[in-house]
């Protein structure tokens, strides 16, 4: 069967005015706020936080929305006709921050970045990660996602969901799952229920890392089968058994633990010590 365009591009557009009013009401934009937003679809979201927020950068691929965004978005909405996947998020908000004489190393406490977006379940994962990439350059992130995304974003150690992506965020983040949102308060009606949630930037990260890159790819080495151990998932990712007893040893991490019940700064422990002992090429 052909899919149509929306099925396509993921997209189900979010038209309860009671749940855009929330939205707004959370993400709390001031005329001091640049705002980035991820898929401003028909702009149901972009005009009301163009009201508020002193920029908004809307960011839209599909072609047949364009013109819709053109006439309808105020003067302080400035419309990326681009796919959010192919930009950097720092270049689409340099000219502003130029002109406030800001550099885009130094932003803290002169203008604040905030993401929003009601992300397309098709691009939900590869578009948090990408702003993972780019972390240091907002103060707030808050997305409309699948709740199963979200659950798992929001989970914390002894949960079945508690999965790499929680502990990636929430060492940057204080993360928080704000509401539900039902199926019927977008078009079309998507199968799954959806949830808010928001990323707070922590003033400090939970942990520091020796490489940031290469504990994303142990974190997925640690989960890769949640019914076994974390030393054996670990044991399978190639590193010596030698070396992970003393590693286990050293941090007093039971063999017989698994990844869900490892609490963050015990991954980054754990990680640490290997990559400092040369077990873990940086």
Known sequence: MKRTRRQAFGQHFLNNPRVLRKIIKQIAPTENDVCIEIGAGR???????????????????????????????????????????????????????????????????????????????????PALFKVLEEKDLFSECTFLLQKEVADRICATPGSKK?????????????????????????????????????????????????????????????????????????????ISDSSLDKAFSELELGKKVRPEYVAPQEFADLFNFLGNSGIIEA
């Open 162 to 238: 508690y999965a790499p992506i929680s502990i990636l965020f929430q060492k940057d983040f204080d993360v928080r799952l704000c509401f539900a949102v039902e199926p019927g308060s977008f078009s079309p009606p998507p199968k799954v229920r959806s949830a808010l949630v928001q990323f707070i930037k922590r003033e400090k990260p939970l942990f520091e890392l020796s490489d940031e890159e290469g504990f994303r790819s142990f974190l997925k080495a640690a989960f890769r089968h949640r019914r076994k151990t974390l030393f054996n998932n670990l044991l399978m990712s190639g």
């Open 43 to 125: 702009g149901a979201l972009t005009i009301p936080l163009a009201e508020k927020a002193g920029k908004v950068y809307a960011i839209e691929k599909d072609k047949t929305l364009i013109p819709v965004l053109q006439k309808n978005l105020p003067s302080n909405a400035v419309l990326v006709d681009t796919d959010v996947l192919k930009v950097r998020f720092k270049d689409i908000v340099s000219d502003d921050l130029r002109a406030q004489k800001i550099s885009t190393e130094d932003i803290s406490g002169k203008r604040t970045i905030k993401i929003v977006g009601n992300l397309p379940y098709s691009v939900s994962s």
